[in-house]
C-alpha cells in the first residue's frame, strides 16, 4: 500500500474501535497506522495481536486497505528477523511436512476408528512433498525462517 | 458449471476429521459431484504465512490450485482461512500479470505453470448459490429444532470487495441455511465477532485469543443456544479448544461446537459419531440426547 493512501486517514478511530482485539491488549491500530509512516515500527510486538478479522479495513470510511497494510508491515518485521518463537516452529511445520499442523499419531487412530484412510494430501505423496520443499527453497522462505 | 474437488487443508484432515468426514456424506447425499484433492498442501494460513512473504504465500497456494486446474475442477474450501488464502490467491494471480510471472518462474521449477482457469468456492456460498435453502429444506425428514449461535467467521465474509457475498454487518445467507435444517438461528450480542484464533494471535498469545472467545461464548450463552455452528476448522478449534483452556480458569460454559457439514449430517438422520461430533472436546450429553430424540421422531410430523 502507497503511503500516500494512509495520509488520507483523518483520524476518526473506527479503525481502533472496530478491533476486537484492542479491546484486550495495546492494540491500536490508528497509531501503529500513524507510528507507520514517521517510523520503523519493526519491533512493536502490537502487530502480531492483529487477528485479521478486517473490520478495520471494513469500516475505515476513507477506504484505506488497514489490515492489508498490518499484512505488509507484518512483512517488513518477518525480513528484520522479528519473528516470535510459535511463528517460527509453525513456519518449520510447513517446511518439513508442508503442512501448518502436521498429523500425529493420536488423530491417525481417531481417523480410522471413523473409517477415514490416510488424508490425500502431501503427506502420503512424497513427491509432491518434494516439490513443496522445492518451492519453498526457491522462494526463500526457508532463509527467511532459518535462525 | 465444473466438478469439485475437496480442499482439506491442515486443521480437518489432521485435528478435526469428523468435519471431514460428515461433508464427504453430505455432498453424496446432495447428489454434488466431487472428488478428493490429492497431493495438496497446508493452503498456505493466512494469518501468519501471508503475513511473513506474499511470494511464498502466491507460490505455494497457487500450487494446490494448479492440481485442481489440471483435473479441470472447481476447488471446494470447508475452512475460511483456506478459503481466502486460495480466493485471494487466485484473484491476485488472475489480474496481476507481473506476480503471476514471478511466481510461475518459481513454479518451473516443479514443472507446473498457474494459468487461471478455476474457482476457489466455499461450502457455505457454493450451498447457497448452487443448491439452495429451499432443496436443503426438502430433503430434512426431521426438522432439528435446535437454538444455534451461527458464527459466520471473519475470512468468509471479509474483505468483503474480495469475497463478494454482500455485506459483513448484517449477513443472512448462512443463518439461512442453518433454519433450512429445521434449526432456529438465534440472535446475540457480537455475532459477527472475531472468535480470535486468526492472524496467528491464537499460536502466539493464546491469553489474548482467549479473552476474545470468551466474550462470544458470554453472549452466546446468554442468548440460550444448544450449539455453535461455524464453517471453519480454525473456528471449531478455537471454540471447542478454547473451552478446554477457558475451563481450566474456572470458567464453564459446555457448549457443543458444530460445523455446518456436521449439522447438515445431523439433519439428513446422520447420528453424532456418523458426522464425528464425538470427536469434539466438549460433549454435552444434552444436547447429545436432544439429537437423538429428534433423530427417533416419527419422521411424518414434518
Redesign the interface.
Known amino acids: 500500500m502507497k503511503n500516500s493512501d494512509i495520509l488520507t486517514c483523518f483520524q476518526c478511530g473506527a479503525c481502533t474501535g472496530s478491533c476486537p482485539s484492542g479491546k484486550y491488549t495495546s492494540l491500536n491500530v490508528r497509531r501503529i497506522i500513524k507510528d507507520s509512516i514517521k517510523k520503523d515500527i519493526s519491533d512493536q510486538p502490537d502487530l502480531w495481536m492483529c487477528t485479521t478479522c478486517y473490520n478495520c479495513q471494513e469500516r475505515c470510511p476513507r477506504g484505506i486497505k488497514v489490515t492489508d497494510a498490518i499484512l505488509s508491515l507484518r512483512a517488513e518485521a518477518a525480513k528484520k528477523g522479528h519473528i516470535l518463537p510459535s511463528h517460527r516452529s509453525v513456519c518449520k511445520f510447513l517446511i518439513e511436512t508442508g503442512h501448518a499442523v502436521p498429523i500425529d499419531d493420536i488423530h491417525i487412530t481417531l481417523r480410522e476408528k471413523i473409517g477415514l484412510s490416510e488424508p490425500e494430501t502431501v503427506r502420503k505423496y512424497p513427491k509432491a512433498l518434494k516439490d513443496v520443499k522445492t518451492l519453498l527453497e526457491s522462494t526463500g522462505f526457508n532463509e527467511l525462517i532459518h535462525e | 458449471m465444473k466438478d469439485l474437488s475437496l480442499f482439506?487443508g491442515?486443521?480437518i484432515?489432521?485435528?478435526y476429521?469428523?468435519i471431514?468426514?460428515a461433508t464427504k456424506l453430505v455432498l453424496d447425499r446432495l447428489m454434488i459431484r466431487w472428488s478428493?484433492?490429492?497431493?495438496?498442501?497446508?493452503c498456505?494460513?493466512?494469518?501468519?504465512?501471508?503475513?511473513?512473504?506474499?511470494?511464498?504465500w502466491l507460490?505455494?497456494a497457487s500450487?494446490n490450485i494448479i492440481l485442481a486446474e489440471e483435473k479441470n475442477t472447481d476447488l471446494l474450501t470447508i475452512c475460511n482461512g483456506c478459503f481466502s488464502s486460495l480466493m485471494d490467491a487466485n484473484n491476485i494471480l488472475k489480474n496481476d500479470s507481473e506476480l503471476r510471472a514471478q511466481v510461475n518462474t518459481?513454479?518451473k521449477?516443479?514443472s507446473?505453470e498457474y494459468k487461471g482457469t478455476i474457482e476457489v468456492r466455499h461450502i457455505i456460498e457454493f450451498l447457497d448459490k448452487e443448491i439452495g435453502k429451499e432443496k436443503i429444506d426438502q430433503l430434512i425428514q426431521r426438522p432439528l429444532e435446535l437454538r444455534v449461535a451461527v458464527h459466520y467467521g471473519?475470512?468468509l465474509l471479509?474483505?468483503?470487495k474480495a469475497r463478494k457475498l454482500g455485506g459483513?454487518e448484517y449477513p443472512i445467507f448462512f443463518d439461512g441455511l442453518v433454519e433450512a435444517t429445521g434449526a432456529i438461528s438465534v440472535p446475540y450480542e457480537g455475532k459477527n465477532?472475531?472468535c480470535?484464533?486468526?492472524?496467528?494471535?491464537r499460536?502466539?498469545?493464546l491469553e489474548?485469543?482467549l479473552?476474545?472467545t470468551e466474550?462470544k461464548l458470554e453472549r452466546m450463552k446468554k442468548a440460550g443456544v444448544d450449539c455453535i455452528v461455524e464453517a471453519c476448522p480454525f473456528c471449531h478449534l478455537q471454540y471447542d479448544g478454547g473451552q478446554v483452556e477457558l475451563a481450566k480458569g474456572g470458567k464453564i460454559f459446555n457448549i457443543p461446537v458444530v460445523h455446518y457439514s456436521q449439522l447438515l449430517g445431523l439433519a439428513l438422520g446422520y447420528s453424532i459419531?456418523e458426522v464425528?461430533l464425538h470427536?469434539n472436546a466438549i460433549r454435552n450429553p444434552e444436547f447429545e440426547n436432544k439429537v437423538a430424540r429428534i433423530q427417533k421422531k416419527d419422521a411424518s410430523i414434518k
Open positions: 482439506l491442515c486443521l484432515p489432521n485435528r476429521p469428523g471431514e468426514k478428493e484433492l490429492k497431493e495438496a498442501s497446508c498456505p494460513a493466512p494469518g501468519v504465512f501471508r503475513s511473513f512473504d506474499q511470494i511464498t507460490t505455494l500450487r518459481h513454479l521449477k516443479i507446473k471473519c475470512h471479509k474483505p468483503t459483513a465477532s472475531c480470535g484464533a486468526g492472524g496467528g494471535v499460536s502466539a498469545m489474548t485469543s479473552k476474545m466474550y459419531e464425528g470427536l
